[in-house]
């Protein structure tokens, strides 16, 4: 026993820049609170905080301690490990401790006097009553009918129902046809259903994982697009629900979310699974996230906030799509979710699978290094679906009209013809990228941005936007540089490329599907619900249609504007275009029907096209490795930005120049490059500059950097902002 201490006082993390706990008296705080959410007097506010520690000294005079005010006791602490990975990240990406625990509490638990009220009900299970009297549903009833079948199969997530459904969910209460799954409720002695039987590839890497370490290992699963990795996810997860485990699924994209759920939910009808992403309303984020404190929850199923989810019982975790940039969080804490996923793994001693169609270089250079065990997946699961034919459009002799190839057009009249999906990918949203004026050549930039405004068109007309800080303009008449009247749109956006397709194929049904028309909750879901349904020939959108999704009619796909990403001044411009068109080629032809894409480009013999008319991931990342080494480029060198803007040039570089100033005798062996603008300079006439760093050695850099930082926290640094990005992936 350990003697109370005689006067604690509390250490307190609370949301502040300042990096350290505060100090407040607790004579009531006991060891059991460490964890605990507390509230405290902060300043002229309240805040919320985590409590870390108790000691009996502060080194503020006793004078200056205020109490602590009420603990939360209703909530179980978070758990040491949750608040040793919290320690972990902040280390790494040298962020506020306090900074990081606040965002990793779901938002209803950051606010004082955080609500007590009831959360809402976290999952909806039928009733025999309700079986029968759903069974009887008239046909026409649709989206009663849909709901009652997902409700058959296993409880349904209050989370996972639509804003529609919600409704209908409370009336079949008020008649019994459902109950409310109480969070006290264990979760129904169900059996999972069996998935389909697995293919000899699948089986072998099934086995492979299966003979591995029981405890951690970092996996790479290579599997081309519709190869059958999330039936490995599945059958994954179901060994660590057998062995009384949870299992962690990350997502990059909220979008992917629904679909994947519902597979999770069908499989394992008996279990708790919680959808953890930002999309959810306060009350929901709250009662998921505290299924999975409490141990309830077998599968948590979300996007990169996920990742910091309290698991008492995690087994497994599983990252889907793992190249994808979503993971990256670009803003406060620049954390990326799989790497943070893969420490997590190691802490809690569980294996981690990383798997995508087009690995991050990242991840194939530790599988190539053998830090990661790499699985493969070569061959389409579904027998009769085959990899599609990509091939490459030469636009410099079957030149686009209005951004459409000949060739194209034929394409989309066969499938019209053939009642087939089409989807016609650009990814740039807007009318066009520029209006331009045809006198003098001048283009509109934005007056606050180095960037131009990309026309848009609205029910009205024409709009000008700049796609960085929102300002919007109307199109003047004429040009102000030489007062030219004949002002042109420039390019393709997809709304231009839908007007194009609407005059040419006028009895087509045409869907645009980009963040303008997809932007709100519920819209996206009701467009894939429409494609589903057949209900639409021509898809024209942007890389919101592009990540995993199933379109089973789909056997055609346009690409065009591509050539865009290869002049790119950002080195991992190729990466992303590569791992992007083979997601997108990956949505032809998931089905029996052929799937061919057709790439429109002036570039046809450029070695990323060639590798991706071959599908050949590993040629193209094994090259692009090539280069990168010689480059001294990423991942054969750690990397941390230094960024800043501010209200001058002057200012912004001047922070940059005393910051290396500062850096330049702490160790030779990181190299300090010169600050230089970002590569958007200018955003909402904030002035951005950057500083990279760079080192072989990830442990001397992030050595580096924690004495840097401390430097630079004595820097002045009136009128701007600056943040360290460790890892960065956009320059
Ligand atoms: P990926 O995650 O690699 O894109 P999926 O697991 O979604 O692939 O599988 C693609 C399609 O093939 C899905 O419709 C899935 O149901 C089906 N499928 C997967 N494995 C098998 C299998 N062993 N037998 C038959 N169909 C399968
Ligand atoms: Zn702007």
């Given at each position: 026993m350990v003697a109370p201490l005689p006067n604690p006082i509390a250490r307190?993390?609370?949301?502040?820049?300042?990096?350290?706990?505060?100090?407040?008296?607790?004579?009531?705080?006991?060891?059991?609170?460490?964890?605990?959410?507390?509230?405290?007097?902060?300043?002229?506010?309240?805040?919320?905080?985590v409590l870390l520690e108790l000691v009996d000294r502060s080194d503020l005079p006793a004078a200056a301690l205020k109490p602590l005010g009420p603990i939360d006791r209703t909530t179980p602490p978070l758990p040491e490990e949750v608040l040793h990975l919290a320690r972990f990240a902040a280390g790494y990406y040298h962020h506020p401790l306090g900074s990081v625990l606040a965002g990793l509490l779901p938002p209803a638990l950051r606010r004082a006097e955080s609500s007590r009220r009831t959360p809402p009900p976290t999952a909806w299970r039928l009733t025999e009553e309700g079986q029968s009297a759903l069974a009887q549903l008239p046909a026409r009833a649709t989206a009663k009918r849909a709901l009652a079948e997902r409700l058959t199969q296993g409880p349904l997530a209050h989370a996972d129902a639509s804003d529609r459904e919600r409704p209908l969910l409370r009336d079949w209460l008020a008649k019994g046809w459902v109950v409310v799954?109480?969070?006290?409720?264990?979760?129904?002695?169900?059996?999972?259903v069996p998935g389909p039987a697995l293919n000899a590839q699948q089986q072998a890497v099934l086995d492979a994982f299966r003979a591995g370490p029981a405890g951690f290992a970092p996996w790479l699963l290579h599997g081309v697009t519709?190869?059958?990795?999330?039936?490995?996810?599945?059958?994954?997860?179901?060994?660590?629900?057998?062995?009384?485990?949870?299992?962690?699924?990350?997502?990059?994209?909220?979008?992917?979310?629904?679909?994947?759920?519902?597979?999770?939910?069908?499989?394992?009808?008996?279990?708790?699974?919680?959808?953890?992403?930002?999309g959810l309303n306060d009350g929901e984020?709250?009662?998921?996230?505290?299924?999975?404190?409490?141990?309830?929850?077998?599968?948590?199923?979300?996007?990169?906030?996920?990742?910091?989810?309290?698991?008492?019982?995690?087994g497994l975790i599983v990252v889907d799509e793992e190249h994808d940039g979503a993971y990256k969080q670009m803003e406060g804490m620049r954390y990326s979710a799989r790497d943070?996923?893969?420490?997590?793994?190691?802490?809690?001693?569980?294996?981690?699978?990383?798997?995508?169609?087009?690995?991050?270089?990242?991840?194939?250079?530790?599988?190539?290094?053998?830090?990661?065990?790499?699985l493969s997946l070569t061959r389409r699961a579904n027998a009769q679906a085959r990899l599609p034919r990509v091939d490459l459009v030469d636009s410099r002799t079957d030149r686009p009209k209005l951004g459409l190839s000949q060739r194209l057009v034929e394409a989309?009249?066969?499938?019209?013809?053939?009642?087939?999906?089409?989807?016609?990918?650009?990814?740039?949203?807007?009318?066009?990228?520029?209006?331009?004026?045809?006198?003098?050549?001048?283009?509109?930039?934005?007056?606050?941005?180095?960037?131009?405004?990309?026309?848009?068109?609205?029910?009205?007309?024409?709009?000008?936007?700049?796609?960085?800080?929102?300002?919007?303009?109307?199109?003047?008449?004429?040009?102000?540089?030489?007062?030219?009247?004949?002002?042109?749109?420039?390019?393709?956006?997809?709304?231009?490329?839908?007007?194009?397709?609407?005059?040419?194929?006028?009895?087509?049904?045409?869907?645009?599907?980009?963040?303008?028309?997809?932007?709100?909750?519920?819209?996206?879901?009701?467009?894939?619900?429409?494609?589903?349904?057949?209900?639409v020939d021509i898809l024209v959108g942007t890389q919101i249609v592009a990540k995993g999704h199933d379109f089973p009619h789909l056997t055609l796909v346009g690409v065009i504007g591509a050539d865009q990403a290869l002049i790119s001044p950002d080195f991992r411009a190729t990466e992303r275009l590569f791992a992007q068109l083979m997601q997108v080629a990956g949505r032809a032809g998931r089905a029996e029907r052929p799937g061919e894409v057709l790439i429109q480009t002036g570039y046809p013999g450029h070695p990323l096209y060639q590798a991706l008319a071959r599908h050949d991931y590993p040629g193209f990342a094994d090259a692009t490795l090539k280069e990168r080494r010689g480059a001294d480029a990423p991942p054969f060198v750690s990397q941390a930005?230094?960024?800043?803007?501010?209200?001058?040039?002057?200012?912004?570089?001047?922070?940059?120049?005393?910051?290396?100033?500062?850096?330049?005798?702490?160790?030779?062996?990181?190299?300090?490059?010169?600050?230089?603008?970002?590569?958007?300079?200018?955003?909402?006439?904030?002035?951005?500059?950057?500083?990279?760093?760079?080192?072989?050695?990830?442990?001397?850099?992030?050595?580096?950097?924690?004495?840097?930082?401390?430097?630079?926290?004595?820097?002045?640094a009136r009128g701007l902002r600056w943040s360290l990005d460790v890892d960065p992936v956009d320059y």
């Open positions: 307190v993390a609370l949301d502040t820049p300042l990096d350290s706990l505060f100090d407040y008296l607790a004579p009531e705080a006991t060891a059991d609170d460490i964890g605990r959410r507390v509230e405290v007097p902060f300043g002229h506010r309240r805040q919320v905080g799954l109480a969070p006290e409720d264990g979760p129904a002695d169900l059996p999972s519709g190869s059958g990795k999330t039936e490995i996810y599945l059958n994954l997860v179901a060994d660590a629900l057998t062995q009384g485990r949870q299992a962690l699924v990350l997502v990059p994209e909220i979008h992917l979310t629904p679909q994947l759920t519902e597979r999770f939910a069908r499989r394992f009808p008996g279990r708790r699974l919680i959808g953890l992403h930002s984020r709250r009662a998921a996230w505290l299924d999975a404190l409490a141990g309830r929850a077998d599968i948590v199923l979300g996007t990169r906030l996920a990742v910091f989810t309290p698991l008492p019982r995690l943070v996923a893969v420490w997590r793994g190691r802490q809690r001693d569980v294996p981690v699978l990383l798997g995508s169609a087009t690995p991050s270089l990242e991840s194939w250079r530790n599988a190539k290094a053998g830090r990661y065990r790499l989309l009249t066969e499938r019209l013809e053939r009642a087939e999906q089409s989807l016609v990918f650009i990814n740039r949203r807007g009318y066009a990228p520029t209006l331009l004026c045809n006198g003098c050549g001048h283009v509109f930039p934005c007056p606050r941005c180095s960037a131009h405004l990309i026309l848009h068109r609205h029910s009205g007309g024409y709009r000008l936007l700049c796609h960085h800080c929102g300002l919007t303009a109307r199109p003047p008449d004429a040009c102000p540089q030489c007062g030219g009247l004949d002002l042109r749109a420039a390019g393709q956006g997809t709304q231009r490329v839908e007007e194009t397709l609407v005059e040419r194929f006028p009895e087509a049904r045409i869907l645009r599907i980009d963040r303008d028309t997809a932007g709100r909750k519920g819209a996206f879901a009701a467009m894939r619900e429409q494609v589903e349904a057949r209900q930005l230094l960024r800043v803007d501010a209200g001058s040039e002057e200012a912004a570089l001047g922070f940059l120049l005393a910051a290396r100033e500062a850096g330049t005798s702490l160790d030779p062996g990181v190299l300090l490059f010169d600050p230089v603008p970002a590569l958007l300079a200018r955003v909402a006439n904030r002035h951005r500059y950057q500083l990279l760093l760079q080192c072989p050695a990830r442990a001397r850099l992030r050595a580096f950097l924690s004495a840097w930082m401390t430097r630079l926290a004595a820097l002045p």
